[in-house]
């Protein structure tokens, strides 16, 4: 697992805000980064961007909700578009992986560690990309 990418930055996409999360320099812990507040998808790849190249990104993941039975709906496909956006972008790759019920269990994880519901809202998204982070990370470990 040595030549896997150690910066991951992974994106929880939404439509008023996206939600961030990194690997440290490492690679070995991953942290919740401020979330991007814009709709404008212009934007939000620009500071995605910029976010890459300041902590020097090996490999950007971005969130898809996929359906119960594994199918994609309208909202899967808008994201599959951005992270598409992303790939013309960036210079580095982008994957996308099944971000079902990630905003759920990040809210149940800041519930857990006492936040009141206004905090559980200003921190879930990024939390939410915290969780698409860690799946990517436990998915590439059982591939290998």
Not at 18 to 32: E, F
Not at 44 to 58: D, H, K
Not at 121 to 142: C, G, N, P, Q, T
């Amino acid at each position: 697992m040595s030549d896997a990418p150690r910066r991951i930055l992974a994106v929880d996409p939404g439509e008023a805000r996206t939600g961030l999360a990194a690997t440290d320099w490492s690679g070995t812990i991953a942290v919740p980064l401020d979330r991007i507040d814009a709709r404008e998808p212009g934007a939000v790849v620009a500071a995605i961007a910029a976010m890459a190249a300041e902590r020097e990104t090996e490999l950007v993941v971005v969130g898809v909700p996929l359906s119960h039975d594994g199918t994609e709906g309208p909202r899967a496909q808008r994201c599959r578009e951005f992270a598409e956006r992303l790939r013309a972008a960036l210079q580095v790759p982008v994957v996308v992986v099944d971000e079902s019920h990630s905003t759920d269990e990040a809210h149940e994880r800041l519930k857990q560690g006492g936040l009141k519901a206004s905090q559980r809202k200003r921190l879930a998204d990024s939390i939410a990309a915290l969780v698409i982070l860690e799946r990517y990370r436990a998915a590439a470990r059982r591939a290998n």
